[in-house]
């Protein structure tokens, strides 16, 4: 699986983004993906997460309720609807797919995702 997100940019503070991230490969459908971020300075961390068939959907607590994660299974492609930005959220936005297919649980450490995107950065004005 090859990924690639796009969509970030510079945003005033309350105001709305959408990542995509288009992935390539006949096995995106069978593997739960993943967002996450890393500030200037910081690790990357982890920020929401989406099962392989979509009925799962996970969120670091900073972040629920302001975004919201989907998949398209027949577009091959991810997003994440981001809304009430904050300066905060300013960071390289990358998706990432689960190394196991098909795994029944949502995972959140870096270490278990594979297939990492180049990352689309986002900035977040006050």
């Known amino acids: 699986v090859q990924l690639q997100a796009c969509g970030g940019g510079l945003v005033q503070a309350g105001g709305s983004l959408r990542l995509s991230c288009a992935a390539s490969?006949?096995?995106?459908?069978?593997?739960?993906m993943g967002w996450f971020r890393q500030a200037p300075g910081n690790e990357r961390e982890f920020v929401a997460a989406?099962?392989?068939?979509?009925?799962?959907?996970y969120y670091v607590p900073s972040v629920k309720g302001r975004f919201a994660i989907s998949r398209d299974n027949a577009k091959n492609a991810v997003y994440l609807q981001m809304n009430s930005l904050k300066p905060g959220d300013t960071a390289v936005y990358y998706c990432?797919?689960?190394?196991?297919?098909?795994?029944?649980?949502?995972?959140?450490?870096?270490?278990?995702?594979?297939?990492w995107g180049q990352g689309t950065l986002v900035t977040v004005s006050s």
């Open positions: 990432a797919a689960d190394k196991v297919p098909l795994r029944n649980v949502l995972v959140i450490m870096a270490p278990l995702y594979d297939y």
């Open positions: 490969g006949r096995t995106f459908s069978t593997h739960s």
């Open positions: 989406i099962s392989w068939n979509g009925g799962s959907k």
